[in-house]
Each structure stands twice: as C-alpha cells, then as structure tokens.
C-alpha cells in the first residue's frame, strides 16, 4: 500500500519552531514534486512549500522566508521546517505527491498524507 505518512505537528507558542516531515512508503520508486498544503476549517487548502526533485522550491506568499523545505530523495522524505511561528498558521497540514513513479513502471498522481495538526497559541 503506497501512502505518505506525517509527523512532527503539535502546540508550539508563537515565536517558536516546528518541523515537520513526510515519509512515502510503499511500492515507490521516485516522487516528481513533495510538497505541503495546509487548510482550516471553511477555507480552502493553500500551498505552504514545495520541492521537485532536482530541488527547485515555491513557497505561499504568507511564509516570508519563515519556512524551509528539503529533501531527501533516497528516503522518499519531505521535510518542513517553520520558524517565527504565528497563530495564524494555525492548521492542518498535509503533504502531496503530485506525481510518482512505482516500482511497477507506473505512474501515478495526487498522492496526499493523513494530515497533522498544528497550533501556534499561547
């Protein structure tokens, strides 16, 4: 079963650090583009960051340099780290594979995590 697991969400106060990562287990050989989107309640998901493969990054408007995104292609792992936290990030946040290749020589798309939640209050 090919899934992307999260890990790293919980209460942080505003100010501080959190980071975040996503592993990909399964029948995976490569992943073209990781990334994370967040969402709360009764607003749509936003991009947070996103990495390609050969490490071309885009980031949400809202990060401002607060965040960094990496890598590491041999694990099929994506990681997030978020500084200078505000309570507006405040959300849950998901990783995606927009497009990956099986060990079977098949592509497949739109692969999404289970979600973990982050809370920036004091």
């Known amino acids: 079963q090919v899934q992307l697991v999260e890990s790293g969400g919980g209460l942080v106060q505003p100010g501080g650090s959190l980071r975040l990562s996503c592993a990909a287990s399964?029948?995976?050989?490569?992943?073209?583009?990781m990334g994370w989107y967040r969402q709360v309640p009764g607003k749509e998901r936003e991009l947070v960051a996103a990495?390609?493969?050969?490490?071309?990054?885009n980031f949400g408007d809202f990060v401002k340099g607060r965040f960094t995104i990496s890598r590491d292609n041999a694990k099929n792992t994506v990681y997030l780290q978020m500084n200078s936290l505000k309570p507006e990030d405040t959300a849950v946040y998901y990783c995606?594979?927009?497009?990956?290749?099986?060990?079977?020589?098949?592509?497949?798309?739109?692969?999404w995590g289970q979600g973990t939640q982050v809370t920036v209050s004091s």
């Open positions: 995606n594979a927009d497009r990956y290749l099986s060990t079977g020589n098949h592509y497949f798309y739109d692969l």
């Open positions: 399964g029948s995976i050989f490569s992943i073209n583009t």
């Open positions: 990495i390609s493969s050969s490490g071309n990054t």
